[in-house]
């Protein structure tokens, strides 16, 4: 794959930042960084970026806020966000506001490059996918990342449409958490990483279009095998 890519470095931490820096240049990506959150953000909005890796605790503004504020000028633009916060609580905040990925520090700087190859890529080749997709209570436009159902009008986030369409691909089956790893965020079928962002994506799924998330009726787990979308319409 080409490594042209540009990618932002929002990360307070000099040794951290300039270590990133080295390694990607290295990898013959094109940088730039922000030490501060309002100048992530200003470098964010104005600048044109393949990808942007946003720590979380940052000076003057939090990841969480710029990631908001990111998602809503441009719910295309990936980003990981990387995190000394390994909560459940915490990695669906960033998650929930869009982010396609975390990363917990300390990281293997071998195994953030591949996380960065994979969304990279996926976001490159992008997922074949249905005009809409017609679900128990809601219909959702894939291009527009919006569903219509009786309580109103839901965004999305453009990893969860990807995820809802592959497995609208496959409706005679339950899809595996590591197929969805491969298939969707475009990790490596080899790749031994510890993520939780299959399932928090499923959790984000069920609040948006179910309506009891704890007894779903479109995105149902099938115990062993994997999970599976019930299309219809």
């Given amino acids: ?30 940088t730039d960084s922000a030490s501060t959150g309002p100048e992530g953000l200003q470098k964010a909005l104005t600048g044109k970026f393949d ?10 503004m ?26 459940d609580e915490e990695i669906v905040q960033g998650l929930k506001l869009g982010a396609d990925d975390y990363v917990a520090k300390p990281f293997s700087i071998q195994q953030l490059v591949l996380r960065i190859e994979a969304v990279l890529r996926r976001s490159r080749t992008g997922l074949e996918k249905a005009r809409t997709i017609t679900l128990d209570g809601i219909e959702i436009d894939t291009e527009n990342l919006k569903g219509q159902g009786q309580d109103g009008e839901t ?22 958490r590591e197929e969805l790893l491969l298939k969707v965020w475009g990790y490596a079928r080899n790749l031994d ?41």
Avoid: W
């Avoid at 000099?14 to 094109?30: N, P, S």
């Avoid at 399932?199 to 309506?211: P, Q, S, V």
């Fill in 155 to 176: 965004d999305f986030t453009r990893r969860e449409i990807e995820l809802l369409c592959y497995l609208a691909q496959h409706p005679d089956r339950p899809v595996p």
């Fill in 51 to 60: 990808l942007i890796l946003l720590d979380i605790m940052l000076p003057g």
């Fill in 1 to 30: 794959m080409s490594h042209s890519a540009r990618i932002l470095i929002v990360e307070d931490e000099e040794a951290i930042r300039e270590g990133l820096t080295d390694v990607l240049v290295f990898h013959k990506y094109e």
């Fill in 193 to 233: 990483i510890e993520t939780r962002t299959v399932d928090i994506h499923i959790a984000k799924l069920r609040r948006k279009i179910e309506k009891d998330p704890k007894e779903p009726r479109n995105l149902i787990t099938v115990r062993g095998a994997g999970y599976r979308l019930m299309a219809g319409g």
């Fill in 62 to 87: 939090d990841g969480y806020e710029i990631c908001n504020r990111i998602r809503a000028e441009d719910r295309h633009q990936p980003i990981i966000m990387l995190t000394a916060k390994t909560s």
